[in-house]
């Protein structure tokens, strides 16, 4: 059975806690490997050699550190397969959405082979006689991520790859629970020239957590997951001197209109509720359909769902895999029949047929959904699509905005005043018009609102540059002996 060691100083190093965690293979219920679990020391090990690396990497020039990243690129991109493979193995996702993820995550990886340009600060000649005044952005020192089960390679690139090539060094935490892909990437990042130590990766729970959030040596962490648990991680993180990013959860709406292209709104609606099993925090899992539209738009959903392969993601044509963990899925089941006790109609019920081994779900439908349902009210993270009828554009704007969280959400129209009026008044953060999954690409920032995001800065993109570096600016006169003068006044620029 294979297990899953630390990377520290550029090599495995296995675990000496004698805590291990279990690899489940999602697909068939069977455990597949193990994986170590950090203890207080172990993690101490890994900042430490990423302190030590950082004066050297933080010396390196922009163009090296840039050639680091367009080498990490092409590895990535020429393994893109094997890293694909590793999602679907402990994931459980099917090989094209795990495709899919590796293509995001490169984006954010070729971001950064711009460094140079992205770190280019301001500069005024003569802002007073004799003085010119200038900014530049300079690293933190050693930065921690702490990545979620859903993206086991996209979210690490997210965060690591603008903080490298800021100049920083790296700790990663990944999700326990599928945790290859992240000793793959270490390894690439060996391969493409990063030195020995700039990159780590400790396996663990929450001991691993908390020592990251507790470590003096540590200046800033980026984490993303569940809103109970962002919360905590920006809270803990904050009250020991960390610059924390944390972005939580979710609950996307989306806003469908009596104009709108019901055969485009009900692909995109299947689409982004069911994809990845609707485990990912940009998943749609609210409909808002005017009453007009409701019955047609339902009925074109519910036609759609059982043309959904669902099964391992070893047999090709499949589309929709497991869920993460057996706990998991009977926790996504749950919500169907409490949907049905309090009083939404359950049109399709994806605990149906699904397939006995391993931890599946079928899609499901949930109609008349109301808030106050916890179908509605939750973040599920499963493929589970509810719809809510509501009678105008006022009333769907206003649920959306009434909702304690603002991460994504859609609007699915053909007239582009309302679409614009949608963009001015909605509360979220990412907003799509006729796109579902409104994703930024690397060069925007991805993050939402409310309590979708804790902290300032949202994630990678001209954020994550900023989030990765301090400002420093210097005021420069250099020496003229023929104006110099003792003045004891207040300096003034006029």
Partial sequence: MNHISHWIDGRVVPGTSGRIGVVWNPATGEQQAAVDFAAVDEVDAAVATAKAAFPAWRATNLSRRAEVMFHMRELISANRKEIAGLLSAEHGKVLSDALGEVARGLENVEFACGIPHLLKGGYSEQASTGVDVYQIKQPLGVVAGITPFNFPAMVPMWMFANALACGNTFVLKPSEKDPSASMFLAELLKQAGLPDGVFNVVHGDKVAVDRLLEHPDIAAVSFVGSTPIAKYI???????????????????????????????????????????????????????????VADALIERIQARIPDIKVGPASEPGNEMGPLITREHRDKVAGYIGAAAEEGATVVVDGRDGAPADGFFLKPSLIDRATPGMSCYDDEIFGPVLTVTRVRSYDEGLQLINDNQYGNGTAIFTRDGGVARQFEFDVQVGMVGVNVPIPVPVSYYSFGGWKASLFGDQHMYGPEGVNFYTRSKVVTKRWPDPRSSTVDLGFPQNR
């Fill in 234 to 292: 920006y809270e803990t993180g904050t009250k020991n001197g960390k610059r924390v990013q944390a972005l939580g959860g979710a609950k996307n709406h989306m806003l469908v209109l009596p104009d709108a292209d019901l055969d485009m709104a009900a692909d995109a609606a299947v689409s982004a509720a069911y994809g990845s099993a609707g485990e990912r925090c940009m998943a749609i899992s609210v409909v808002l359909a005017v009453d007009s």
